[in-house]
């Protein structure tokens, strides 16, 4: 089986009063992979877990903050190379005893109302580059390592269910047609979002895309807390896990 988690954790520090929280919900939610948003170099999953870190937060920050963070227990070859100075993302490289090579992309899309690049975000403009410039560098990735599993999971900013959420129906439609050329599943979406189905009206605007072409079988998705709504104390966004099997 292989495991994925992805959360937002909503810009936690060591010593705030979230910070024991978030680490032993981290704790329970134990995978093969995790990728974690607005994160911090020091909030691991748990002992023995290696970290890839990326994208310096704009504005104040403070020292370890990071956009992205990719975790496994798994040894981790960093992939920073593949995508430079690219901003809001990180990469990573593992090798999984069952499933081989397994490349990961973290990453975080513009939120309405946020530029990208100095790209305005009227019409989906900024999403839409964001994401272009993002599928570029996976997609360098795919051609150095092609017969990996591509895992793409982050924050993306957007709803992917029948009902709206979050986000636009231009930024869907862009997002749908990216995933579908580039021949990656996405796992958190329609009737597989745990977060939908558990605790409507919200939903996932966090996902966890794989390739095709790995031809894993979605056994599970599920979030957490098991709340109605995120539970502040933890962070803004529910995490998400997904298992999967050939």
């Known amino acids: 089986m292989l495991t994925i988690t992805n959360w937002n954790i909503e810009r936690v520090f060591p010593r705030s ?11 329970q939610l134990q995978a093969d992979v995790v990728v974690l948003t607005e994160a911090h170099t020091h909030m691991s999953p748990g002992k023995g877990f290696n970290g890839v870190f990326g994208g310096i937060p704009y504005g104040e920050f403070r ?9 496994s227990q798994f040894e981790l070859l960093s992939l920073s190379e593949l995508v430079g100075d690219l901003p809001d993302c990180a990469a990573a490289r593992l090798i999984h005893p069952i499933y081989g090579g ?7 899309l513009p939120y309405l109302g ?4 100095g790209i305005p975000t009227k019409g989906g403009q900024a999403f839409q580059s964001a994401l272009a410039d993002f599928r570029a560098a996976w ?5 150095r390592f092609p017969e990996d599993t591509l895992i793409v999971a982050g924050d993306f900013n957007q709803s992917m269910t029948r009902s709206h959420y979050y986000g636009s129906y231009i930024q869907r439609a862009a997002l749908e047609r990216v995933l579908a050329e580039d021949e990656l599943n996405i796992l958190t979406a329609m009737d597989d979002d745990p977060v939908m189905r558990a605790s ?11 390739s095709r072409s790995a031809n ?29 099997e050939k």
């Open 200 to 210: 409507h009206p919200h939903a996932c605007i966090d996902h966890i895309c794989v």
């Open 102 to 108: 397994i490349s990961v992309f973290a990453c975080i």
């Open 63 to 71: 020292q370890g903050e990071v956009r992205c963070a990719i975790w």
């Open 216 to 244: 894993l079988q979605l056994l599970q998705s599920e979030r957490w807390p098991d709340t109605a709504a995120p539970d502040r104390s933890f962070s803004d966004h529910f995490a998400i896990k997904v298992q999967l």
């Open 139 to 143: 997609n360098t990735i795919v051609d």
């Open 17 to 27: 009063h979230r910070w024991k929280r978030v680490e032993e919900m981290l704790n």
């Open 114 to 117: 946020r530029s990208w690049q």
